[in-house]
């Protein structure tokens, strides 16, 4: 059974930061990509960042491009999120999504690609 846990998550006020992280703890495991989503109250789940795990290549949606980075430490299974000049538009709960198949039929940041999900963690951004 793939566990990730997702942690950093928060008050923060608007133009402030917060890094997120997402561990994959027990045994390793190939992992092709991972990625952030996040679900606002009242909306669909949408895509945030995503990470080819062996090469690095990312991918982000429009509304954080130039505001986050997503990262990755393969020797500590670990994904991360930075979250710079955050807006209120960014309160959610984030969840974190692993991908071992690597079929590519769908893009990196499309939901469908990742069978394994965390539980979430929220980010909050106040005025």
């Known amino acids: 059974q793939v566990q990730l846990v997702e942690s950093g998550g928060g008050l923060v006020q608007a133009g402030g930061s917060l890094r997120l992280s997402c561990t994959t703890p027990?045994?390793?495991?190939?992992?092709?990509?991972m990625a952030w989503f996040r679900r606002a109250p009242g909306k669909e789940r949408e895509s945030v960042a995503a990470?080819?795990?062996?090469?690095?290549?990312?991918d982000y949606a429009d509304s954080v491009k130039g505001r986050f980075t997503i990262s990755r430490d393969p020797a500590k299974n670990t994904l991360y999120l930075q979250m710079n000049s955050l807006k209120i538009e960014d309160t959610a709960e984030y969840l974190c999504?692993?991908?071992?198949?690597?079929?590519?039929?769908?893009?990196?940041?499309?939901?469908?690609?990742?069978?394994?999900w965390g539980q979430g963690t929220q980010v909050t951004v106040s005025s």
């Open positions: 990470i080819r795990w062996r090469n690095g290549v990312t």
């Open positions: 999504a692993l991908d071992s198949r690597g079929t590519r039929v769908y893009n990196t940041l499309d939901s469908r690609s990742y069978e394994y």
């Open positions: 027990g045994r390793a495991w190939s992992t092709y990509a």
